[in-house]
């Protein structure tokens, strides 16, 4: 039995063994196959093939509005980008001239960044200190002019042509390789958006274009022009600043977002980029390509905007400007610019916000910079204005809640206010008499400025600034851009940082909204919200949800913390007002017979809208006596109000001039399209110059 089992060892022990030898035999013919036989051809292959890695870019999230219809999206486009091969400089200039020859017959652009112009030769930087940095940089002489420094340029690639301007064009993409640094596994970007014609003529002449890819990049593409321009931002290069705090995620030629949506939430909308990997041989061929990384789009960013609104709001305003500068309602005023909010009362969330002049962020262009139009400037939330009688709602507010009136309260408006100044009333400046007795209902249908003059004097400033204060107004509503202004609120310790001595004028004055009282047009909305919804504080907010690639929805406290971080600024209202439902009831009756009742200040420009509403109008004066700014502020519907409306006019001369801007919207949210309304013509500005 022992005898068997050892025999039965051996035999597998040889079997093992002789398995053993047969693929060291095996692996060794082969090896001698690759090295001996074939050793050259594999060699000289080798040699001839590169294999690069080149960036897939990712696209950028979509900008949606509440309903879904995409505000901002992303479209492919073609780019070259170039690698380095082991080509002479001979061979690389004629390379790119014929590249620049493709481009130029198609009427595609190739990227310029040399700040070197000719015919005359001149440098383009502004300074003569960023002249010196960039000729440090490229190793030119300190002293060179800028014909020295382009034919150091030329020498140093080179170039043979005696044409200056062809020459210049192969200097621009030798420079662009040579400032970006390229190599033979990092490619430079030449050419941004080619057309279709010339990436295929590239692809085609692919093996006379040394190192030359075409790849697909996306592109943001604006789909309304010019529509919430403000809101969206626009994107452009990443700067060298921006590059250097950034190198782990962005590259050098990329694009950023620079302003509105598109820069606050640019780490949820840039996505990260794949990789693809481009087989080339040493003379810059390409022979394949693959992804080794995929790509992951951006995340997409669902805004509280209605495009529709948005649509009407800013084409209403526009008209409205257009008309009021044209003298539809009377006499002529320089109306040139205005901004519209439209909000939902409860939840806070912006419907529509406009200001113009605005822009097409898709075209936007650092040469407009000096654009003097104010075109860039979002006057919904970075411009205070003086808030004209539209403040009365706070002074009445103020007046009603500390007991100094009732709302049976009558006040007898004889026409010129005896203490201080002796202000008078609008109505005695046009009638020679007062209102006679009014309640708070009443002074503001009628816009009575004797009877809140007397409540500023009852009041005194830092109580009316107190509740002021109460509805947010100065104050920032932490809306998810930057360059919101805090705006002003009039009161003895603004007075005291600027060293000025507060005076009873100065209280009268700004009890009718005039003074240091500045408010922006967002503070205005969430003012008015307050009031239609019984005082309760208002989250003011654009961002209704972020939508990850995967589908996943990004956290609201995500995204709350996130803005923090970024904007370092939040809602300075956290409470909610407290104050009586009758005394609010009787404000907002006020309101009501501004628009719906004769005699009420507005109530011409809204008869034939087949809704009650409430509202109020502002002529601000300012420091240029011609120039009065025009506001409409208020709610719809009077009953179960569902959002706040404020308009804003510069230069309007009057504040009842704007109620054209805010009935088309109010037509439009709620569905009537109804006729054009007809204008009185009979209103005079004067009327309503502290109105």
């Not at 240091?516 to 961002?543: C, H, W």
């Not at 001369?653 to 054009?676: C, D, L, P, R, V």
């Amino acid at each position: 039995m022992g005898k068997n089992n050892n025999t039965e060892g051996r035999l597998r022990y040889n079997i093992l063994t002789t398995i053993v030898y047969i693929i060291g035999i095996i692996l060794i013919i082969q090896l001698f196959n690759l090295q001996i036989i074939h050793g050259a051809e594999y060699r000289e292959e080798s040699n001839s093939r590169l294999t690069r890695e080149s960036v897939l870019k990712a696209a950028r999230g979509s900008i949606k509005d509440r309903t879904g219809v995409e505000l901002v999206t992303t479209d492919t486009k073609y780019s070259v980008e170039i690698y380095s091969t082991k080509v002479d400089d001979s061979t690389l200039n004629n390379s790119i001239k014929k590249f620049i020859e493709i481009l130029e017959n198609n009427e595609d652009e190739f990227i310029d960044n040399l700040p070197i112009e000719i015919d005359p030769f001149k440098f383009t930087q502004e300074t003569e200190e960023e002249q010196k940095n960039w000729k440090k940089n490229n190793d030119i002489d300190e002293n060179f002019s800028a014909e020295d420094a382009f034919n150091a340029l030329k020498q140093k690639y080179e170039i043979t042509e005696e044409d200056n301007a062809l020459a210049r064009k192969i200097m621009v993409v030798r420079y662009e390789i040579t400032r970006n640094g390229y190599s033979s596994t990092k490619s430079v970007k030449i050419a941004n958006n080619i057309s279709d014609t010339s990436a295929v003529q590239i692809r085609e002449q692919n093996a006379k274009l040394s190192g030359m890819n075409v790849t697909t990049e996306p592109t943001v593409s604006y789909t309304s022009g010019s529509l919430a321009s403000h809101v969206l931002g626009y994107v452009g290069a990443i700067s060298e600043s921006e590059y250097e705090t950034r190198k782990d995620t962005y590259r050098n030629d990329d694009v950023i977002g620079k302003d509105g949506i598109q820069y606050v939430l640019e780490d949820y909308l840039k996505g990260t980029d794949g990789v693809k990997q481009v087989d080339m041989t040493v003379d810059g061929a390409i022979t394949s390509e693959y992804i080794s990384k995929e790509a992951v789009a951006g995340s997409d960013v669902i805004l509280t905007l209605d495009a529709n609104l948005q649509k009407v709001a800013e084409e209403a305003l526009k008209q409205n400007i257009e008309d009021i500068a044209n003298g539809k309602y009377g006499d002529k005023h320089d109306a040139k610019a205005g901004a519209v909010v439209v909000m939902d009362i409860n939840s806070g969330e912006v419907l529509a916000m406009a200001s113009y002049p605005d822009y097409n962020p898709e075209k936007f262009s650092e040469e407009y910079s000096e654009d003097n139009t104010g075109r860039y400037t979002n006057r919904a939330i970075s411009s205070a204005y003086p808030p004209g009688s539209t403040f009365k709602m706070a002074v009445a507010t103020a007046a009603l809640d500390t007991g100094e009136i009732t709302t049976k309260t009558r006040i007898n408006d004889t026409g010129v206010y005896p203490y201080s100044y002796h202000p008078v009333c609008w109505y005695y400046r046009n009638y020679r008499s007062g209102h006679g007795y009014l309640n708070v209902t009443q002074a503001l249908k009628y816009s009575c400025n004797y009877f809140f003059y007397e409540m500023g004097y009852r009041l005194g400033i830092d109580k009316i600034a107190e509740y002021a204060s109460k509805y947010g107004l100065g104050k920032r509503t932490g809306i998810e851009l930057t360059g919101e202004a805090s705006g002003t609120l009039a009161s003895t310790a603004y007075a005291e940082s600027i060293n000025y001595t507060w005076y009873l004028a100065d209280t009268l004055a700004a009890s009718i909204g005039q003074s240091y009282n500045e408010f922006t047009p967002i503070q205005m909305a969430r003012y008015i919200s307050m009031i239609a919804n019984g005082g309760k504080n208002v989250d003011v907010t654009l961002i209704k949800s972020i939508i990850n690639s995967d589908g996943s929805e990004v956290s609201k406290e995500d995204v709350e913390n996130y803005i923090d971080n970024k904007l370092g600024t939040k809602n300075e209202v956290e409470e909610d007002l407290n104050i009586s439902e009758e005394n609010l009831q009787a404000i907002r009756q006020g309101m009501k017979g501004v628009t719906s009742e004769a005699g009420g200040t507005a109530y011409s420009y809204f008869t034939d809208l087949d809704m009650v509403i409430a509202g109020k109008t502002g002529s601000a004066q300012t420091q240029d006596e011609d120039i009065v700014h025009g506001w409409f502020a208020g709610f719809a519907p009077y009953e179960n109000p569902e959002i706040a409306v404020v308009v804003l006019i510069e230069g309007a001369g009057s504040g009842g001039y704007t109620a054209y801007t805010a009935k088309q919207i109010i037509e439009e949210y709620f569905g009537m399209n109804s006729e054009e309304i007809t204008e009185d013509k009979t209103a005079e500005s004067s009327l309503e110059s502290v109105r």
